[in-house]
């Protein structure tokens, strides 16, 4: 399962450079018109959210994942206090888009709260999006995942149902390396229960439309960050192309909206399931932060 636990990082971090170019255009005719099928990475406008950055780089969602890896590697396991000292670092100096829960969790920091206390009231899925490295690292300790899981998302994103989905994404993705085919892990995650995200409710809806358009499912059940828009989305995205990587990360950014983080936690449990093979080897070789994502998973190793 190693070869899959690879490709699940790849492809969080694949599914998030993906939507670099179009990520935030919500309309999927403007976007197409400007970008035609995307298949591949893409620049975006010197004016848009990420002005300045280059084709096969990647959001702010995903730079701040690779500070988490960072952290998972030179700490070997997770290390609140260290991840979140890297990533303040990190994110005080960030020359990229800088959103609202991050703004608010600086904010936070330099009031001198610790990690545990720093996170954002934000409800943007992006939060429970970082988790496909704490997977990797903690893939033999359930326990110690799903306690990682909520830890960093509660540390930017303090909203229950986002820290919850990060937790639901974390036991999905640890199923799927344990050998569960998809909808049985999404299942078997659902059975965990959940205080305040209605797991079940996202989990339907996502399901129901697997028989629509990408486009039009997600136009329908909603392109925005929020948790409440973006969960049903992504279990779309898996339901419909759950035999297809290629597919689903590349109707993620035809759907618009935010897209980067919906390819994150998409292509995380695409890569688990699927395997390395199904990635397209110029996605893999146009990834800027290649060589550093697959040096730090080695020096984290197969724990």
Not at 47 to 52: K, T
Not at 53 to 72: C, F, I, N, P
Not at 192 to 209: D, M
Not at 265 to 275: C, D, I, R, V, W
């Amino acid at each position: 399962m190693s070869d899959n636990a690879t490709a699940m990082v790849l492809a969080s971090f694949i599914g998030d450079a993906l939507a670099l170019g179009p990520h935030w255009e919500y309309d999927p005719e403007a976007l197409a018109q400007r970008f035609g099928q995307v298949t591949g990475y893409t620049t975006p406008a010197p004016a848009g959210y990420h002005g300045g950055k280059k084709a096969g780089e990647l959001t702010h969602y995903g730079d701040q994942t690779l500070v988490l890896l960072r952290s998972l590697a030179d700490r070997k396991g997770f290390d609140l206090d260290d991840f979140g000292a890297k990533w303040r670092q990190r994110m005080a100096s960030y020359d990229g888009y800088i959103d609202g829960a991050t703004r608010m969790t600086l904010k936070i920091f330099d009031f001198g709260e610790s990690p545990e206390n720093s996170g954002s009231n934000s409800n943007d899925l992006a939060g429970a999006s970082r988790v496909a490295p704490l997977v990797f690292a903690l893939r033999h300790d359930l326990p110690a995942l799903v306690e990682a899981a909520r830890a960093q998302t509660k540390m930017t994103h303090n909203h229950a149902q986002v820290i919850e989905a990060a937790e639901f994404f974390a036991r999905v993705a640890w199923a799927l390396l344990s050998g569960k085919p998809l909808e049985a892990a999404l299942d078997s995650a659902a059975e965990a229960g959940y205080a305040s995200a209605p797991i079940e409710r996202w989990l339907t809806l996502g399901r129901e439309s697997a028989g629509e358009d990408t486009v039009a499912a997600i136009g329908r059940l909603g392109r925005s960050c929020h948790i409440d828009e973006a969960m049903p989305g992504v279990i779309h995205l898996l339901v419909r192309h759950g035999n297809d990587s290629r597919a689903g990360l590349t109707q993620n950014v035809m759907a618009g909206g935010d897209s980067a983080a919906r390819g994150m936690l998409a292509g995380m449990l695409l890569g688990a399931s699927l395997g390395r093979g199904t990635l397209p080897e110029a996605w893999e070789r146009g990834l800027a932060a290649r060589e550093t994502i697959e040096r730090d998973l080695a020096a984290i190793g197969g724990r």
